[in-house]
């Protein structure tokens, strides 16, 4: 072996690594934040944590990412530490796939369907398909599929050069020597966590190791153990992922390195105190691809089945190890979420319905205020806006942050449905306190509006509550048949409003109401409408989110001459019919 099979393989290494990325973060695209949605519903106990770990491994092929979600999950306070532990678990044997696909490299058949299985025969036909629908496709999640297809292919390839750039080392006694130092355990285990912690990745670790393994060198005896120390190694990425976060997002760091290292601990006593036992004759024979794949599954799956009845005692010593020193914060929102865009989306989504929750509760209090002014409710308005101006500043510099990262076409649309919709839940809030200050206003100078005037705001505000529980439902269902209930309503409330000005000017060039009650009227309904236009604005963002092609004027002039916006309109005009 001279430095040119060195270069080439790390070549190969380089390959190997760049497809697994490429692969990894189209699938994670692909997926969007339906992954995080699953973790967040599918936890509540370590076995369907487990199973949801192993399978969402296996769909974006990397143990690491899973595991560093978990981490800003946790951090963010949107998932406890003990929800974290099944599916820690179960990514470890999800990765153990990789490994499988890998050893498929060492097939020896003269049968042409067995040799189609070899990833280096039928990987170039997936790398030619995926750069067809990447060049061809002018459909987003095609051109996704289409670089699935090349990062596996390149993979592959990297694989091929690292098993061509170590073959040579067969013939080499001085090659054989070296492999000696590796049937001590301990060692073979420093090797493979110091390996992979370096490179950052179980599956490029075990693949070299496969590709040795093809050499004829390797004994099981040898590979066990750097097996073993694989699984350790691959908590680095996680550790580094822990640096300036929560106490409690450390926990889960430090949960997954003690379920590896004791997985390898008890591994090693048991394995290597039954060999003195039984005397293992096994560990004298060489290893092959397959065999490295079988040891690697056979690990993970042991460790897993021997420490999950133990969740509980796990999360107890990662708390002992991790102890809370101040009363710990909870991240807004994590950018940590960020190396999983997807996952990052739907936390926004999540936090954009809070706001607007809070939008919504924020205005009924201050509607409440007018007949039933509290000035402890009042303070609850200005800590509610507050809050309101607090989220839409936060989150959107955190969707402008995200919009930079790698998105899908779904991802894409729900980030400009989240920034149209945040900015007019924030105004909802400050019309909500401009009615709180017409309220205070009454009461402090002790007016009352007239009778007829009470009766006539009492129905527009029905309306509007009304409105803003369709708007707030349909953005939180993100549902376009609901908002398209929301137009119709906009509408009364804008002829209510026309209609009690009218009558106010009425009551006014009669006597029955004053110029400083009107300019209370006045101010009340011209921050009513305009909560009404924002909740339009909402709606019509939930429209354009689902419908392609829609644009807001072209969809409000289009809606508003179909037959149906006219009978809705009649509907509710006759629901909320003034005195």
């Not at 697994?20 to 936890?43: F, H, V, Y």
């Not at 592959?156 to 130092?181: C, H, N, R, W």
């Not at 004829?216 to 996680?238: E, F, K, L, R």
């Not at 999360?315 to 929102?333: I, S």
Request: hydrophobic share 45%; charged share 20%.
């Amino acid at each position: 072996m001279d430095i040119f099979s060195l270069f080439t393989l790390c070549g190969g290494l380089a390959f190997f690594l760049y497809g697994m990325n490429t692969m990894s973060k189209s699938l994670e695209k692909m997926a969007g934040g339906k992954l995080e949605r699953l973790l967040k519903r599918m936890t509540s106990n370590p076995i369907n944590g487990l199973l949801l770990g192993a399978g969402i491994t296996i769909a974006i092929q990397s143990s690491s990412a899973v595991t560093v979600m978990m981490v800003g999950l946790v951090n963010s306070g949107v998932m406890e530490l003990g929800q974290t532990i099944g599916v820690i678990m179960g990514s470890n044997i999800g990765t153990t796939l990789t490994a499988w696909i890998l050893s498929l490299t060492g097939l020896k058949s003269e049968s042409f369907f067995l040799n189609l299985l070899k990833p280096e025969n039928f990987s170039p036909l997936f790398a030619l398909a995926g750069i067809m629908l990447i060049m061809g496709s002018k459909k987003q999640r095609r051109r996704d599929v289409g670089r699935i297809l090349i990062g596996f292919a390149i993979l592959m390839y990297g694989m091929e050069l690292m098993k061509q750039s170590v073959s040579p080392l067969a013939d080499m006694p001085e090659f054989s020597s070296i492999l000696t130092a590796f049937t001590n355990p301990l060692l073979g285990v420093l090797v493979g966590a110091v390996f992979t912690g370096v490179i950052q990745s179980s599956a490029a670790s075990v693949g070299i190791l496969q590709a040795l393994a093809l050499t004829g060198s390797i004994t099981y005896g040898m590979a066990i153990p750097i097996i073993m120390g694989q699984n350790i190694g691959t908590c680095v990425t996680a550790l580094i992922s822990s640096i300036g976060v929560s106490q409690g997002a450390k926990r889960v760091s430090v949960i997954h390195i003690f379920f590896n290292v004791i997985g390898t601990t008890v591994g090693l006593i048991l394995f290597y105190g039954g060999s003195l036992i039984f005397h293992f004759a096994f560990l004298e024979g060489t290893i092959d691809a397959v065999g490295i794949a079988l040891c690697h599954t056979i690990f993970n799956v042991g460790t897993t089945a021997l420490l999950l009845p133990f969740s509980r005692q796990l999360e107890q010593l990662a708390r002992g190890t991790v102890r809370e020193k101040t009363k710990p914060e909870t991240a807004f929102l994590d950018p940590l979420l960020m190396r999983t865009p997807g996952a990052a989306v739907s936390e926004c989504v999540s936090m954009t319905n809070r706001m607007g929750a809070l939008a919504q509760k924020n205005l009924l209090r201050s509607l409440q205020q007018l007949t039933d002014y509290d000035a402890g409710r009042e303070e609850k308005i200005q800590q509610g806006e507050d809050k309101l101006d607090l989220f839409e500043d936060r989150l959107g510099n955190y969707l402008v942050q995200i919009s930079q990262h790698g998105l899908s076409m779904d991802d894409i649309h729900t980030v400009s449905r989240l920034l149209h919709a945040i900015s007019d839940f924030e105004r909802i809030g400050d019309h909500a306190k401009n009615i709180q200050d017409s309220a205070r206003e009454l009461q402090e100078k002790e007016l009352q509006f007239s009778d007829a005037a009470k009766a006539e705001l009492k129905v527009l505000m029905e309306a509007l509550e009304a409105t803003l529980k369709v708007t707030i439902d349909s953005f939180q269902a993100d549902d376009p048949q609901a908002a398209r209930a929301v137009e119709p309503l906009e509408e009364t409330i804008d002829q209510l409003i026309a209609e009690i000005r009218a009558r106010h000017i009425h009551r006014l060039q009669c006597g029955e109401c004053t110029i400083q009650l009107g300019f209370i009227l006045n101010d009340l309904l011209t921050n009513l409408e305009r909560v009404s236009d924002h909740c339009s604005n909402i709606a019509v963002s939930v429209i354009e989110e689902r419908t392609a092609g829609t644009e807001r004027h072209a969809y409000l002039h289009d809606m508003k001459a179909a037959s149906e916006f006219a009978a809705s309109f009649e509907k509710e005009l006759k629901t909320y019919k003034l005195p």
